[in-house]
């Protein structure tokens, strides 16, 4: 019962922008987005979350759909050291909340 | 900030033998976690804790599991007696306010 679907594999040219799509129609009224990326032989790394509207860090920008039911995780200029998998889960937030179920993910693929 | 510190960073036992994997959550994160990571069934949440008291097993896999909490610093995970089935790399991950996780470099546990 997979709450989010993702692309499995991508590449990206180096320098490029980097889209990775999510789908996670049933989402809930009071559920974050979140972004995770696992570079080989690492830990998970927090990237950027958003309720509705689109985020933006140092690190990426998040666009999320009018209907909540998409969403796009953007690396604006990729590098070879963004090879990883991403993982696109979504979770309450706040006090109690605790749950990042972390599917397959998309492996991408930063290419020179 | 050192992040979340796992040890040992491998581990290689014999069948039967008691393994047990450490971790030092952030510095005034309240919750931490434990995770292993498989080829198959990917990362799965096995135990969460909250202000050092157990608050979720249920992905603890059977009785050989333990994990304790004695202090807001450290925790520990071990597996006892140990079967070549627990092979995996184990991440701890600490959190504070919000529902952001930091994961430690994890433990790679061989049981032979």
């Known amino acids: 019962d997979a709450k989010t679907t993702q692309p499995t594999s991508m590449d990206c040219a180096e320098g490029r922008a980097a889209n990775l799509p999510c789908n996670h129609s049933?989402?809930?009224?009071?559920?974050?987005v979140y972004w995770y990326r696992q570079i080989h032989s690492q830990g998970p790394q927090y990237i950027i979350h958003?309720?509705?509207n689109n985020e933006t860090n140092e690190m990426a920008s998040l666009i999320i759909t009018e209907d909540r039911k998409s969403s796009t995780l953007i690396l604006p200029h990729a590098t070879l050291r963004d090879t990883a998998v991403y993982y696109c889960?979504?979770?309450?937030?706040?006090?109690?909340?605790?749950?990042?179920?972390f599917g397959k993910g998309t492996k991408l693929s930063v290419i020179p | 900030d050192a992040g979340v510190i796992q040890s040992p960073r491998h581990e290689v036992t014999e069948m039967g033998q008691e393994v047990t994997l450490r971790c030092k959550p952030i510095?005034?994160?309240?919750?931490l976690f434990w995770y292993r990571q498989t080829m198959m069934r990917g990362l799965e949440l096995l135990i969460y804790?909250?202000?050092?008291?157990?608050?979720?097993d249920s992905g603890m896999p059977e009785d050989r599991f333990s994990a304790k909490m004695p202090n807001a610093s450290f925790s520990t995970l071990k597996i006892q007696p140990s079967e070549p089935r627990d092979s995996a790399v184990y991440f701890c991950?600490?959190?504070?306010?919000?529902?952001?996780?930091?994961f430690g470099a994890g433990t790679r546990l061989s049981v032979l």
């Open positions: 991950a600490s959190s504070g306010l919000g529902n952001i996780q930091y």
């Open positions: 049933t989402i809930s009224g009071n559920e974050y």
């Open positions: 958003g309720l509705k």
């Open positions: 889960i979504v979770s309450p937030s706040g006090a109690g909340s605790y749950q990042l179920t």
């Open positions: 510095s005034g994160h309240n919750s």
């Open positions: 804790f909250n202000n050092n008291v157990p608050i979720d």
